[in-house]
Every structure is written in C-alpha cells, then in structure tokens.
C-alpha cells in the first residue's frame, strides 16, 4: 500500500514562505510522477505543481514563479517551496503519486496552508 505523508503547512502572513514536504513509503519513487494538488472551501482540488519521473515541472498559472516543486529520489520526498504567498492560497494541500506504467493515482492525507494576517 502506498503510502504518502504531508507535513510542513501552517499559518503564515501575506508574502511570507513556507515549504511542504511528502514522503512517500511502500513505492519504488522513481516510478512515480509527483504533485502537488490544493482544495479550498467551497472549490475543486486543483493541480498546483507536478514533477515527473523523469524530473520535468509544470505549474498552475497561479502559482508560477512563486512556488518550486523538486524530488529527491534518494530520501523518497518531494517538496514545494511556496514563496510571495497570498491569502487565495489558503487551501488544503494534498500530495500525488502517479504510477507511470498503469497512471494509477495515490494521495496523501492532506496538510492545511493558510495566509492570513
């Protein structure tokens, strides 16, 4: 059973930074494309950020040249810096393991992010 565990989120000001981390267990990492995905109250959970197996980022247009999305392959996690944050950011934060040989999805159990003054 893949298993995907969140940590780093929290209260922070308006521009202020905070990075997440997940570490991922019971998976061959490589194997796996990595993401970030967010839901706020009343929203859809939406992509914010993804790393491929291979180690090629994409970004959500909303989050573009604020937030970094990296993996290290050899401790198993993948982060996302998020810097210049916004209180629209305010969300629940949720790491994504996509297996590359059958596209199948996993999910970690979420970490809460709000900015707020």
């Known amino acids: 059973q893949v298993q995907l565990v969140e940590s780093g989120g929290g209260l922070v000001q308006p521009g202020g930074s905070l990075r997440l981390s997940c570490a991922a267990s019971?998976?061959?990492?490589?194997?796996?494309?990595m993401g970030w995905y967010r839901q706020a109250p009343g929203k859809q959970r939406e992509l914010v950020a993804q790393?491929?197996?291979?180690?090629?980022?994409s970004y959500s247009d909303s989050v573009k040249g604020r937030f970094t999305i990296s993996r290290d392959n050899a401790k198993n996690t993948v982060y996302l810096q998020m810097n210049s944050l916004k209180p629209e950011d305010t969300a629940v934060y949720y790491c994504?393991?996509?297996?590359?040989?059958?596209?199948?999805?996993?999910w970690g159990q979420g970490t809460q992010v709000t900015i707020s003054s």
């Open positions: 994504n393991a996509i297996y590359i040989i059958t596209r199948a999805h996993y």
């Open positions: 019971r998976i061959t990492f490589a194997m796996y494309h």
């Open positions: 790393v491929t197996s291979g180690g090629s980022t």
